[in-house]
């Protein structure tokens, strides 16, 4: 078994003193806990990643090879093949009875097990598919029909450069589940009744923290994002603020938000707390006070930062959740103020004005780039209205309902209507599911922070298309009478500006500083309009209101950087500044000094937390604030560490032997280096923000910080490069190399810029890279600039030009050669770190347990423990028995929990009869008093009777079906009921 941190939290004494013997049993139930979570995580990641390949239908549909004897080495690899096969057909007959596309572990495990030669193969064919269709999809002009010879031979290679991408691929997973895997999935079915005891207990003892915490903090922030949304502090302060606010008391307020909850509860079928200043104030705060809600919060906020690092979208730290707070009470204003973003290269001006459209207005933006070339009538041009024929304008509507066919030719515009857009019905549905698409993301994408789902789109579409309102519904036929009553015409489309503001979308103007003021004064006016107001256009359409969700952001660049020469046409003019609210951003915040690593250090070294023993909570919070403010001050490592993660949001690195943390002491180096290099690129160069570079007055200038930053004009570190060139290669190329050659391989490509090279290079050896002693060049022994550039003319893993580094190997094998990391003989190996170790690097520590916690996880171990001794006494034919039927009822409630139903007329009568029956108090009574068992089978009978009365109303079954079906036993009525689910009666 490999060693583990242990999860266990330092005590806070308390009056209520915890026997010895019941807080060792505690914190043992906690440590066997983690033990078997890390495994577990471990397990599940590598089945994620799988299944990314594998699903029910590559599963049910594929065939076997042909096979002769003479294809195996041995007869006993061909009987086990053969053995395999019996499996596999079994296996796919089970999966065609199944509805949906993923694989289940259950059957996952049965393919690993018992047919790891035929789960290969599957996996080969799905990744070669895969794969080609990538490949196809980007070389469609090598497959053109026209020319069959070229596109034969651009298949064929594709096909070759498919098939060694896949064996590359699937060689990954195998040694991934063979020699992961399977000794996981070994030592969790292994784990001892003892020890399945303890973790039972110990997840029971936090189940009702987990969901209190869970509801806690939805209602907290729901009540500050109420308060931000309509501008109003008093769903959040305190009611004895709102008392004297108002001239009243604190009694009366307390009743007036009891029926604010009552009120709201009723409407949202959720709570909702008022006051949220007084309930989570700094010194109760819960996140900082108590593990469970701690560890709750971060998790959810962990899986928010990777899902939209994934998705190629912001990641919100701190910093840029500050830079949107600033920027939304500007953009909700009527008329909305222009928010100005200003920053250096590389800060994510636009990126975030984009991000800030879609998921905090809710809305697409439209995004128009400046240029200081544009004269004004010109650039009024394009924010007025121009006229299409009928033939381009209708191509414009294909293109925005994702139609693929090409309008061309003369034919009469009728016809062109009809074949592409169809009659006016099929146009209105079109039309109306845009509207339901963008209320949806608004008004329940954006409020619970969910990521949108088709099929629960689907549901609130239905529910909602008949709940439009009277304006939306005639709007939408304004817009079909106009296309199909005047069709000869042709359709107008609105410029930039107007379009923005009838179907109220953001507008970004990028680089507004690059045009001239004459060309921002001249359209002043409509900066000036407010929502709701209706505007007159040039065209012979009708007026149009300005739509909800209409706001307007600008980006422009600052810094050095840019051509000083140039320096008017990027400085908006006084008229102009007046009217925006400027933002600078900067890089993301990052310490950049190399002691500050002590405190990332630490958060390493989680195993020394338990040793800890604070004397009350006024000490506990100090420290876990002082963790969460070193966490706080290191985002780009915090974006980096995210890019690391898996689904399970846990990660598997490659480590030095002897350095378990070493992976992440090279990120945290990397970070520090880029945010150097960030200061010299934003002129940050005084003694305070930039470190003494040795000897560098020989290579670059005088070597100070202002010589250094005038010289750096093109390269820069930016998240974009870290992301994708040095953290995001090293991820995709499965750690066959480590970060420093990755980072080398960035410095290299300013080989072209030595000075600048120089610069960067001196830098992120100062961070802690390139040390001379492992062969790397040394800048410092370097005379002048061209030595430097001589001495990076340099291969690490050849040796050319220079000393070879160590750590790394190049395979040559008949002119094909592949750089490695030297992993033979010890050196390096794979770690798993658990989602708990990556949180706790991401935030800082998680509050401490309390002793009288420790005391509820043991009282749950002991009556567990009774709970056992009591069933002892059953015998194996009734533990079987119950077992069957308790696992039957449960796959019957989740099945019939989902998409089983309709209606939500049928889900909410499931339900309600569902609260009718005893089973779960019967259930917990049976733990303790097996007596209890028959009562609970009979209570199970009853439900089961109503539950088949339920689907004779529905008419799912007929009458004399569901006589029949009364007439069976407990058991037959379970299985009878589950055949229902599988379509089988």
Known sequence: MREVPVIKHPEVRNASEVPKLEMQEAQTAEQVYYDWKVKHEEMFSIFDETKQHLSNEELSTYMPPQVEGSDFETEEDARAFQAEMGV????????????????????????????????????????????????????????????????????????????????????????????????????????????????????????????????????????????????????????????????????????????????????????????????????????????????????????????????????????????????????????????????????????????????????????????????????????????????????????????????????????????????????????????????????????????????????????????????????????VDTLFGNPVQGRYVLGYMYQAMMEGRPLILDEANALSPEVLISFNDLLTRKIGERIATKADIKNFKIRSGYCVMWTGNIGERFDKRARASYELDAAAFSRVIPIQMRYLPQQDAVANMTGLLERLESDKLSEKAFSGDTEMLEFVKRSKGQAKADQIFQVLLVKLLNDRLGAELLVKDGDRSSTFKDLYRLSMGARLIMNLFEGKVGADHFPSLPNMDRLVGDGTGQSLASELKKANLTMRELLDQVVGEYRDYGMSMDLEYYLWKYVKRYDQYPKEQAIIYAVLTKAGFFPETQGWPDYKRCTDIKEFSAAMDFDPVTGKAGKRVEKYKKIQQNGESISLLNVEGGGYHLEYFSSVEMLQLLFGYLPARRQAEYKSIGEVIRKEKRSAKAHEDLSPEEVARYKDMFVTMGEIIDGMNGSYWKTAAEVTEFRNMLRSFRLRELSEKMKTDPMAAEELVEEIDKFYNTLIDLHERMGKIDAKTAAKAKALGTREKGRFLSGLMSGKK
């Open 88 to 479: 596999l057909v079994s296996l796919q007959e089970a999966v065609r009875s199944r509805k949906g596309r993923d694989i289940l572990f259950a059957d996952f495990k049965v393919l690993q097990q018992q047919c790891p030669t035929i789960l290969v193969d599957v996996l080969h064919g799905a990744i070669l598919k895969e794969e080609l269709k990538k490949m196809e999809q980007t070389d469609e002009d090598g497959l053109v029909a026209g020319d069959k010879e070229r596109a034969t031979q651009v298949r064929t290679d594709l096909q070759e450069k498919a098939e060694l991408k896949t064996i590359g691929k699937l060689t990954g997973l195998e040694y991934q589940l063979s020699l992961r895997f399977d000794p996981l999935l070994r030592e969790t079915e292994a784990i001892s009744e003892d020890e399945l005891l303890l973790i039972k207990a110990y997840q029971q003892a936090n189940r009702g923290d987990v969901k209190q915490a869970i509801r806690n903090i939805r209602a907290m922030k729901e009540g500050i994002g109420a308060g931000k949304a309509a501008r109003s502090g008093d769903v959040v302060i305190r009611p004895a603020a709102v008392a004297k606010k108002y001239g009243s008391d604190t009694a009366q307020v307390n009743a007036s938000a009891k029926r604010l909850e009552l009120v709201t509860r009723k409407r949202l079928k959720r709570d909702f707390k008022f006051g949220v200043e007084q309930t989570y104030d700094e010194t109760q705060n819960f996140v900082d006070h108590d593990l469970v809600s701690a560890y709750v919060n971060y998790h959810r906020e962990m899986e928010v930062l990777y899902r939209a690092l994934n998705k190629g979208e912001i990641v919100e730290t701190a910093y840029v959740k500050e830079i949107i707070e600033r920027a939304m009470p500007a953009l909700k204003k009527n008329p909305p103020t222009i928010v100005y973003f200003t920053g250096d290269y590389g800060t994510g001006k636009t990126a975030l004005a984009r991000h800030i459209a879609r998921y905090h207005v809710g809305k697409e933006p439209i995004v128009v780039a400046g240029s200081k070339h544009t004269d004004p009538d010109a650039f009024l041009d394009r924010f007025q209205i121009r006229k299409l024929s009928s033939r381009e304008s209708l191509n414009l509507i294909r293109q925005e309902m994702g139609i693929e066919k090409e309008i061309s030719g003369d034919l009469p515009i009728g016809d062109i209507i009809s074949e592409i857009i169809g009659d006016k019905k099929t146009l209105r549905e079109q039309v109306t599911d845009k509207v339901l698409r963008d209320q949806y993301n608004r008004e329940l994408l954006l409020k619970t922070g969910e990521w949108f789902d088709e099929k629960k789109y689907q549901k609130y579409a239905k529910e909602q298309k008949d709940k439009l309102s009277k304006e939306v519904v005639d709007d939408i036929e304004e817009q």
